[in-house]
């Protein structure tokens, strides 16, 4: 196991962090597309968002009864207009529908890896004492993004490889539960459990390679499938040092998170209630007779709007900040663990 | 390197654009609001929303290969002014398409500090333009007056949509009334439906009702 100096990488990434401001657009951009947290690598973070499978089974009875009653009705209306629109009509909505979506995602991927890209390479540009601005910083950006996403596709196909490979498992293995009485239900579970195991230990490996590829293409001008090669004999290699430096990153990182986010409600809370008080005199009088106050409506909306809009923007610049310092810290990760790689024979 | 522009033009420019994409909207409520009958108005709507989703997109293409062959977005090119590199050529078509589709991602996020930027930038560059290497300047042949012009001119089309739709939202008051109506009686309809099969059950027990025959008492 390399000698890792971790206290010191989290120092010298926060260092970095605050010096150089500009790193923080890149940042903000991660942030607001809801993109890789730097945890490890490319992970999405949208699925807190969908709904549950139990609230989507729910969802008819959820249904107040007036509004079923409207839907109904409108249903009915609606129904014999739909049947006369021609097949045509809807397949090109469909598709207008599908090219706008999928040009959207395109470009939000591509934005993210720009980000990812910028981020990457102005933390290394900051760590050799260079200027640091978007200018500077955009160049190896922009040149990186087309491997960065050629890489991207061929991490999607090895995933979806293993994905295939583990439903056919998983197909066998209903089998055997299905058609083998007791013994196939008892290989079937322990089956079930190994399945699930290799499943986290993959996700958690191809997020590890990640980490190294994505900086041996930015940083090393790697083609992707060298460095995905590279990145795997690392991963191989070092896969202790990276998952403590990933459980690190975490863990400060969602103490961070708690922490701001705590201290950003507890001065927005105040600020809400003054306003409350300055427009209603009491909370109490104005839940008796809100209509006394209408005149403060346009002022209270606007100046709740303009209050909500800065602590979403508080919030996102903090996540920012905790995302520049994380990729900072696997950048400093990742030097440490090259010069270990120069020095070894 | 040509003189960079001010942020008071860049915004008119700017706004020539974004009027431009009005212009879409309003001529879709317009077709929207000239349909007569029931039929006709979602035949309208569907058509509408087809538009609403891909001509705004199609316009950004436009200004984008505006922007990789000529240098200038349709708004630029009226008001005079042109986007290049910082070495004064023009831009090629990989950084137009970026600029125009990622540009805005990067300028916008963050309460549009990213446009803000250029009053604060000595070259009068927003992030966009940063993250791009790209720099607008005047044209030699820049002429406000064209500008102003095209602004005053979509503005008074746009006007002229506004008030047509209305005038045939107004002239076709009874389609929506009959809309309405057409709701209002069905729920209507709904409503006593559902009150003629709901019959009044005693939800109390027998033992508490003494006009019921009570249970035997073993």
Known sequence: MTDINYSGIIKRAWTLTKSHKWLWVYGIVLAVLGGSSGNFGNSGGSSSRSPSPENLKNLPEQIPDETRKVLGAATDAITQWVNSVSPFTWITVGLALLTVLSIGMVIIWITKTWAKAGLIAGMAQASRGQPVTLETTAKSALSSIRPLIHYGVLLFLFGLAAFVVWGIVLAVNFALIAFVPVLGTIIGIFLGLVLAVIMLICIVFFSIISVYAERLIVLQNLPPMAALKKSYRLTRKHVGETLIMGLLNNVIGCTAGCLSMLAILMLFIPAAVISVMIIGGSWSEFTKNPMAYAYALPWFAGGGLLLLMLFFSLIQLTNAIIIVWKYGTWNEFFAQIMKSEESTP | ?218
């Not at chain 2, 990789?68 to 137009?96: F, P």
């Not at chain 2, 970026?98 to 300028?107: A, H, N, V």
């Not at chain 2, 500090?113 to 333009?129: C, E, F, M, N, T």
């Not at chain 2, 940063?130 to 503005?155: D, E, P, W």
Request: proline share 6%; net charge positive; glycine share 6%.
């Open chain 2, 1 to 218: 390197m040509k003189e960079p522009v001010n942020a008071l033009i860049r915004l008119a420019a700017a706004a020539t654009d974004m009027l431009l994409n009005l212009v879409l909207v309003l001529l879709g409520l317009w077709y929207v609001t000239n349909a007569s009958d029931i039929p006709t108005l979602f035949d309208s709507l569907l058509l509408a929303g087809i538009g609403f989703l891909l001509l705004p997109l199609v316009l950004k293409i436009i200004q984008a290969y505006l922007l990789g062959t000529y240098r200038v977005t349709i708004g630029k090119a009226l008001w005079g002014l042109e986007v290049t590199d910082m070495r004064g050529k023009g831009v090629n078509m990989e950084t137009a398409f970026f600029r125009t589709f990622i540009g805005p991602m990067i300028s916008a996020p963050a309460l549009w500090l990213g446009y803000a930027w250029i009053l604060k930038d000595p070259q009068q560059r927003g992030w966009h333009d940063l993250a791009s290497g790209t720099v607008v300047v005047r044209r030699h042949s820049q002429n406000l007056m064209l500008g102003i012009f095209a602004i005053a001119g979509i503005c008074t089309f746009c006007w002229m949509l506004l008030n047509q739709s209305l005038n045939s939202l107004r002239s076709h008051g009874y389609l929506y009334r009959d809309i309405l109506m057409e709701f209002q009686s069905k729920i209507d309809e709904e409503e006593r439906r559902n009150n003629r099969l709901i019959t009044p059950t005693p939800m109390v027990s027998p033992s508490y009702r003494p006009d019921l025959p009570q249970p035997r008492e073993i």
